[in-house]
Structure formats: structure tokens, C-alpha cells
């Protein structure tokens, strides 16, 4: 009988064992799969451009260093790519992606925050979403041309972003508004011929101010030089 007891009370020690077992090893697996899905975010957070852009032209008026330490980056005098110092001869100050992308077989930064100064003072905060151009480098390809009709005075940049259909290739801020560019393409179902489009969009406090469309003539720089 005791020998019974003492096998029946180790049965029981070791189903206790187990189950604890199973709760420690869950436990286990939520911890990385929480860590896990931290660092992805705060990999998306951390590469984030148009956050950045915003909270930076909350700070138009003051300095650069003032700014910078706002938005808890550093901003950079030069660019790691030549071709990125060129189009930033008229900024003296911009922030970049450490990710890459190509455009036109050219690489460049995923993104890139261009600083406009007046004396020592913040004037302009210009982001640039390069990843948009890497494909064709007009855009964002759409199946038809898109309707501006549909932007209509007082749509915010949201509800303006999602009629498009996708982001702004650039984001404009200055201390009187906002203005945002969305350049696509399409296939002329007509001609057969691809054909670009940008949008300006100038928002006042928010809201919607001003819509124009121009299209792009991308093919003209291919075919002359001047």
C-alpha cells in the first residue's frame, strides 16, 4: 500500500511538473514573439521619414540644432551620395534614410529630409520619398489617370492620401502651409503610351486650399539636350 501511495504521489508530482513546464515554455515563446514584433516596430519607427519631416516643421522658425534635438535626430551637413549633394546644393542641413533604394539604376536613400535656412533660422522642411521612383521614376504606377475633382476644399491630407490611393512623393512644410506632390503613371489605353501626371496639393491649417495637376513630360529630357 505505501509502495502504491509513493508511485501514485509521483504521478501526480510529475503532472504538476508538466504543466508548469508547458506554462513556462509558453511564456517563453510570447516574450520573443513580443520582442520580436518590438523591434520590427521600432524598425518601421526608426525609418519612418514623413514622422520625422512633421515633427521637424513643428519647429520652423527656430534653429537647426534646436529642431534637431526636438525631433531627437541629427542632422547632417552632407549626404553619403554624391547625387543626393547635388540636390541639396540650396539646403544646408538634411536628414536621411540608412536604408537604400535604386532609382533608374542609381542608389540612393529610401527617403531624404531637406532643411531650408534663413540665417539661423528654420524656413522649409522638404521630404522626399524616393522608394516611390524606383520602379519606373515617374511614380507610382496607376491603371488610369486620377480624377482631381475628387479633391475637394477642406479634405484633410489623410482623407486626400487615401483618395489618391498612395503617398506623396514630396511633402513641402513652411510656416504658412503645407503642400504635398503625387506623381504616377499610367498606360494610355489610346496611344499606348505611358504617360505621368503630378498632383499639388496646398493644405491651410489642415485642410485642403488648392489642387493643380501638370503633366509630366518625362520623355522630353531622354530625347534633347540642351
Not at 544646408?92 to 539604376?105: C, D, I, Q
Not at 540612393?108 to 528654420?122: A, F, L, R
Not at 479633391?151 to 512644410?173: D, H, N, R
Request: hydrophobic residues 35%; aromatic residues 12%; proline residues 2%.
Amino acid at each position: 500500500m505505501a509502495e502504491e501511495h509513493s508511485t501514485e504521489q509521483r504521478k501526480k508530482r510529475k503532472g504538476r511538473i508538466s504543466w508548469k513546464a508547458i506554462g513556462i515554455a509558453l511564456l517563453a515563446v510570447l516574450v520573443l514573439v513580443g520582442a520580436g514584433y518590438g523591434v520590427i516596430r521600432f524598425t518601421q519607427w526608426r525609418n519612418d521619414g514623413s514622422a520625422y519631416a512633421e515633427r521637424l516643421s513643428e519647429q520652423i522658425g527656430v534653429s537647426a540644432e534646436t529642431a534637431q534635438k526636438y525631433a531627437h535626430i541629427n542632422l547632417e551637413s552632407a549626404s553619403q551620395f554624391a547625387c543626393i549633394n547635388m540636390a541639396a546644393e540650396d539646403y544646408p542641413h538634411l536628414f536621411e534614410s540608412t536604408r537604400k533604394t535604386e532609382v533608374l539604376g542609381v542608389t540612393v536613400p529610401q527617403w531624404v529630409i531637406y532643411i531650408g535656412e534663413d540665417g539661423d533660422k528654420m524656413t522649409q522642411v522638404l521630404y522626399y520619398d524616393y522608394r516611390q521612383l524606383q520602379k519606373f521614376g515617374t511614380g507610382v504606377k496607376t491603371d488610369a489617370k486620377i480624377g482631381t475633382e475628387g479633391i475637394t476644399a477642406g479634405m484633410t491630407p489623410e482623407a486626400v492620401q487615401q483618395y489618391v490611393g498612395f503617398a506623396p512623393l514630396k511633402t513641402a512644410y513652411t510656416a504658412s502651409d503645407m503642400t504635398e506632390d503625387y506623381k504616377y503613371y499610367f498606360k494610355d489605353q489610346n496611344t499606348g503610351n505611358t504617360v505621368s501626371y503630378v498632383i499639388t496639393v496646398t493644405y491651410a491649417d489642415g485642410q485642403v486650399k488648392t489642387v493643380t495637376e501638370e503633366e509630366n513630360y518625362f520623355i522630353l529630357s531622354v530625347l534633347t539636350m540642351e
